[in-house]
Each structure stands twice: as C-alpha cells, then as structure tokens.
C-alpha cells in the first residue's frame, strides 16, 4: 500500500510538472504573437479621448505618427517634433513604451504635443479594433486612437 501511494505521489509531482511546464511556455508564445501585431506597423492619431469625456483631435492628422518596427524601436513625429524610443510588450495586449528622444521645437498653439510627451510613459496597453489601434493611458486616463498610415 505504501508502494501504491508513493507511485500516486510521484505521478501526481510529475503531471503537476508538465502542466507548469505547459503554462510557462504559453505565457513566453503571448509576447512573441502581441510583438507581432505591432511590429512593423505605422499609425496616425485620430484623437484622444479623456476619461472626463474631452475628446481632442489633431488638425492635421499626418502631424501625430508612430512607427513600431520589429527590433524595439519607434520612430513618432508628434507635431512640429520628430524622435525615437523604444517599445515592448510583456503580453497579450500590454504595452509599455521607454524614453522619447525628441527634437525641442516650440508647436504652434493648439498642439497636442505637450500633452502626448506628457502621457507617453503613462500608455500600458493597446487593443486592435476594427482595424484601428488604441492606446490606453494606466487609471483609466484616456486613450489615444489611430489609424493605419497609409502611403
């Protein structure tokens, strides 16, 4: 009987094994497939739309892009401004983006320059709809929508 339980045991130690094993390998598959929606991909902002209900929109929606290429990094130009960063994304629709490098002109009035520089780091996640990209602020802060950047 002894024998019996520790066969049980170890069956139970190993099944448990695999199916950690399993889990760990589908959580490493989930970044790979969310880099892969964005990867070499290019956006224009739409508008941006706060949690307190302002909705702002670009006056020139060519002036708000972002290109994610496949390495990490990004190219944006936001406005009378041009930079690079990086990207990444830890799973299936998060997103978190690193530091602008951005050339320092001053934008006309009514720009939303200063406010994207400011919720940059703040975006945490994306959803794809309808063939639109969403980026959301962490709190519940807003979201920005584009659309696809088309030649």
Request: with cysteine; net charge positive.
């Amino acid at each position: 009987m002894l024998a019996r339980m520790k066969s049980a045991i170890t069956s139970n130690v190993i099944l448990s094994g695999l199916v950690l094993l399993a889990c760990s390998a589908l959580d490493y598959t989930q970044p790979s497939s969310s880099v892969a929606q964005l990867a070499d991909t290019s956006w224009r902002l739409v508008k941006f739309q706060g949690s307190d209900d302002t909705t702002l929109v670009p006056d020139d929606r060519g002036k708000y892009t972002v290109h994610f290429a496949a390495d990490g990094g990004l190219t944006v130009r936001i406005d009378c401004n041009r930079g690079r960063g990086t990207w990444k994304s830890s799973g299936p629709n998060q997103l978190q983006f690193g530091q602008l490098a951005l050339t320092r002109a001053m934008c006309p009035p009514g720009s939303l320059h200063d406010r994207i520089v400011k919720h940059w780091e703040s975006i945490r996640s994306y959803m794809l709809k309808d063939g639109r990209l969403f980026l959301s602020l962490m709190a519940d802060g807003g979201i920005y929508e584009f659309e696809p950047l088309t030649n």
